[in-house]
């Protein structure tokens, strides 16, 4: 998967670029591989459709794609929006054979990807020390008075320098969203 998602996004970044070529080698790898994906949730007519459909949606919205995240994980989110349209408009309910019931229960950990690399974004922006409190204290659960400890600080201090630090993301915050 690895291969294919350096290999995709090469091909993303040059049919962004303007390459042809590129672009109609990304659609056609990305046609097998969404046939793919389709087949097995689909019936055949249903699953060209989709894979048509999906494929229409990237080319409409290949400028929103954001270099510095997965391509992979771009296109299976209009894959799977697609497939939930899909399954509204058949009024159809998702089945799965028995033998593939765990997938059910399995974690879909794209979102808490997706936040994880958004905190991270975020914290960069503080400078070290501060980024450290935050991550000790709020991420990791530390207390305090362990943190204190560690750094050499007092109590109060840390209590200081861990709200000026929420703050500061806060503003951050604050900030970005005015700007949408």
Do not use: C, N
Request: hydrophobic share 45%.
């Amino acid at each position: 998967m690895i291969d294919e998602e350096v290999q995709y996004r090469a091909w993303m970044l040059a049919a962004l670029a303007g390459d042809k070529a590129s672009y109609r080698m990304l659609l056609g790898a990305l046609t097998r591989h969404l046939r793919g994906y389709y087949a097995r949730r689909l019936d055949p007519t249903a699953a060209e459709d989709a894979v048509q459909e999906t494929l229409i949606a990237i080319h409409t919205r290949r400028a929103t794609y954001d270099p510095t995240r997965p391509f992979t994980a771009w296109v299976h989110g209009i894959a799977r929006y697609k497939l939930v349209d899909e399954f509204r408009r058949a009024r159809r309910h998702a089945t799965l054979p028995l033998d593939e019931a765990d997938v059910l229960f399995e974690a879909d950990e794209s979102e808490a990807a997706s936040a994880k690399r958004d905190v991270e974004k975020l914290l960069a922006k503080l400078p070290e020390a501060k980024r450290m409190l935050v991550r000790e204290i709020k991420l990791d659960g530390r207390s305090i008075a362990e943190v204190a400890m560690k750094t050499g600080m007092s109590e109060s201090a840390v209590k200081v320098a861990l709200h000026r630090a929420v703050k500061s993301l806060g503003d951050e915050l604050g900030d970005s969203d005015a700007d949408r």
